[in-house]
């Protein structure tokens, strides 16, 4: 089971479970253990590996303790986790222990996490003093595909500071740019509204051209986000209208007519990335423009001359946890590969190509191919 599927049963249990996890405990067990253990296979029951209860003494404070120490193998504290109940907001003003003994140890990451929700932290601001906001966090009842490659950094094995510090430092100011972005297109401040006025009139900013404005860029940048939508519904709708090939292969295909009512089909920025990812590697063989994309509801097929009969591969993204490719042999017999990002569809180029070679009876393929994990 990969990790993706590991995620997902701990979510379907938080679900189950939310309601009888009343106490801090109940969610340690339930949730939190299973996360150390099996998503980032630290062994909870390894004293050299993970210490509850960790003592935290700093100072004058005796007795303070960390809900768990996260060992590496020279016995070295890498990770420190502290947990609240199900259901409780978030907040380091009731984890300053967590704060405290950051500052005293070897460790580098801070864990807030209430069995649902985690708060990744590090010292990216000032060094050994525990950052007041995180780098990473995620709802592991609502994940999104980036989060897993960041969480696969941190697991026993793959864990190197270095790196996860790197993509922390990106991730973090990354994510308070999405906030702000948000913010402002619920409430746009004076600063903006200023920026946008002083480019599409003349004049100076008074009181008057803000109370304008105010309105009218709050208009317009609500506007803006109603038109993006339209235009990827739009472009969805009419890739699927132009599918006319029936289907008459032994393997499953989504019927290339939709109709006439709205069948539900969004195309993703993953799965046009995705696509123009097999494009760039079937381009090495045959003419990119024979190289088509049909999207429908449960997977975005790339199929070669439109044909549903040659189909190269399929995106199965519509998981927001996980990422499949599907790949197909000489029998067009469909395997299924998960992925953590786009790009690992370079990884399978190989298969891509052969898949393509069988189509082929006249293009020349070279019987270098690229090699596959395995």
């Known amino acids: 089971m990969d990790i993706a599927d590991k995620l997902r049963e701990l979510a379907e249990t938080a679900k189950a479970s939310r309601e009888r996890l009343g106490t801090e405990e109940a969610t340690k067990n339930a949730l939190v253990m299973p996360f150390i253990m099996n998503i980032l296979e630290y062994n909870v029951f390894d004293p050299k590996v993970v210490i509850p209860e960790f003592v935290a003494d700093v100072g004058n404070r005796k007795g303070e303790k960390v809900d768990y120490a996260i060992l590496n193998s020279e016995q070295e504290v890498i990770f420190l986790v502290e947990c609240k109940r199900i259901g409780d907001n978030l907040s380091l003003k009731h984890a300053q222990q967590l704060i405290r003994y950051f500052h005293t140890s070897s460790a580098r990451i801070g864990v807030l996490t209430n069995g649902v929700n985690y708060e990744f932290y590090s010292d990216l ?22 989060v897993i490659p960041e969480i696969k950094k941190m697991c026993r094995g793959k864990f190197d500071l270095d790196t996860v510090l790197s993509s922390a430092n990106e991730l973090k100011y990354t994510n308070l740019i999405i906030k702000s972005l948000k913010a402002q297109f619920e409430k746009p401040d004076d600063d903006v509204v200023k920026l946008i006025a002083g480019r599409v009139q003349d004049g100076a900013y008074t009181q008057k051209v803000r109370e304008q404005f105010t309105p009218l860029v709050f ?71 024979r190289v088509v994309m049909r999207d429908t509801k449960s997977y975005c097929g790339i199929l070669l001359d439109d044909n549903n009969r040659k189909p190269i591969c399929r995106l199965r993204f519509n998981n927001e946890s996980k990422m499949v ?28 190509l052969a898949t393509l070679r069988s189509y082929a009876s006249s293009p020349d393929f070279s019987d270098t191919e690229t090699v596959e994990p395995n």
Not at 236 to 260: F, G, K, M, Q, Y
Not at 263 to 282: H, L, P, R
Not at 344 to 350: E, L
């Open 219 to 289: 208009k317009a940048m609500q506007r803006f986000l109603t038109n993006v939508v339209d235009e990827r519904i739009a472009s969805a709708l009419s890739s699927s209208s132009s599918r006319s090939d029936s289907i008459e292969t032994d393997i499953e295909v989504a019927h290339a007519n939709p109709p006439d009512n709205d069948d539900g089909i969004v195309t993703t920025q993953d799965e046009i990335d995705g696509y123009n990812v097999v494009k760039a590697i079937a381009r090495q063989k045959v003419a990119v423009e």
């Open 325 to 352: 490719l599907g790949l197909f042999d000489q029998d067009k017999a469909e395997t299924r590969h998960s992925i953590d990002s786009v790009d690992d569809i370079y990884k399978f180029s190989g298969r891509i």
């Open 125 to 146: 601001d000032k060094p050994n003093i525990m950052d007041d906001k995180p780098f990473l966090e995620f709802d592991i009842t609502k994940l999104r595909s980036h």
